[in-house]
């Protein structure tokens, strides 16, 4: 039985990749997508690349109707503010906003610096990142999205997080997580600004988040879930480069006083590849030789899969952990698609078998 799902705010970059992911999705169809400034127009004069695959306009919000499944695609805070009527549209809800990502009320405000507009449905979603509690996701009516950066980050620690590793004590949490973001200018969204202003972020290297960012709430929030306390122990730094899609994070930590660096390396690849065994769009990406020994977003580019990688300083004891994604795909519409998957019962892989491209 197909699913009818609409998109509500269709004319961003999410947006567009969500119709782009269902109209090629065996099992979905496309009932509306929504936006206030374009009503009326056709989706494909904003998302070109859908040009010849539909002819479905832009419509109001007062025109939406029923469906099975709504993707809510809006600015922060406009979700919560409406989620009692989204709510009676569908009986399933996936929102790629930050507005349910944060169980706690009292942390929304600290990190998004305002009251949060219906606090009583936080607990209501389930973290919509398959990779950290599959079961949940399949068993939910309403997830939420999940930051880009908190994304990535969190791809490449959760395998640290592996019962074996836990037991033996190898990570030295107390010790800190710093971990370094470079993404590309479409993490900004579709609006434009001074910033965005082709002279000004052409060629940059800019840190625009050095301290202080939301998607940190994320991290600590997962890590708390799997019972790793690391509040005030995770500091993620952001800063813009030259490309237009995807993440690359790298996260330094500290072993815990392990002497056999060779035995903990070892240790390392196995909690690595049996999370990659259980989950269908990480790989493990950590060769000897050739240009891609490492995780690199240019190749993830339209493609739900992330990369992780490590190495380990044996002087020090430093772990580099390294994990690349598509911010619009797996850091977005993708892994939208893939909580939807299992929400309504499918393969959380059907519908995004596309692979990337090389070269872009």
């Excluded at 300083?313 to 939807?340: H, S, Y």
């Excluded at 393969?347 to 872009?360: A, D, I, M």
Aim: aromatic residues 8%; neutral net charge; glycine residues 10%.
């Amino acid at each position: 039985m197909t699913v009818r799902a609409s998109i509500v705010g269709g004319s961003g970059y999410a947006g567009g990749e969500l119709v782009r992911l269902l109209l090629g999705h065996p099992e979905f169809e496309v009932g509306q997508v929504t936006s206030r400034r374009l009503a009326g127009s056709f989706v494909h004069f904003t998302h070109p690349n859908l040009r010849g695959h539909t002819d479905l306009r832009f419509s109001t919000l007062d025109e939406l109707e029923r469906c099975d499944l709504l993707f809510l695609c809006l600015p922060h805070g406009n979700a919560a503010r409406d989620i009692d009527l989204y709510s009676e549209l569908a009986p399933k809800v996936v929102d790629l906003s930050a507005d349910f990502r944060l169980r706690s009320a009292d942390a929304w405000e600290d990190w998004y610096g305002a009251v949060h507009p219906a606090p009583r449905w936080l607990d209501r979603f389930v973290y919509g990142l398959p990779e950290l509690d599959r079961e949940a996701v399949a068993g939910a009516a309403l997830t939420s999205g999940v930051g880009c950066n908190a994304t990535a980050t969190l791809l490449g620690l959760l395998p640290l997080l592996a019962s074996g590793l836990r037991e033996n004590d190898l990570v030295d949490w107390q010790r800190g997580v710093v971990t370094e973001l470079k993404v590309g200018s479409s993490e900004g969204g579709a609006s434009s600004s001074d910033a965005s202003h082709h002279p000004e972020r052409s060629g940059v290297v800019r840190s625009f988040r050095p301290t202080g960012h939301r998607h940190t709430a994320e991290v600590e929030q997962a890590f708390a879930s799997r019972g790793v306390d690391v509040k005030g122990n995770v500091h993620l730094s952001v800063t813009a480069v030259e490309m237009v899609r995807g993440v690359l994070a790298t996260s330094h930590l500290f072993l815990a006083g392990v002497t056999d660096t060779r035995a903990a390396e070892r240790e390392l690849f196995r909690a690595y590849r049996s999370f990659c065994r259980q989950h269908p769009f990480v790989r493990l990406v950590k060769d000897r030789r050739g240009i891609h020994r490492y995780p690199e977003p240019k190749i993830l580019a339209g493609s739900n899969h992330a990369e992780v990688g490590f190495d380990l300083d044996a002087r020090t004891g430093r772990l580099v952990v390294i994990c690349a994604i598509d911010n619009l795909m797996k850091g977005a519409a993708g892994n939208a698609v893939q909580c939807a998957n299992l929400m309504c019962g499918y393969e959380e892989t059907r519908g995004l078998g596309f692979l990337g491209l090389h070269p872009v």
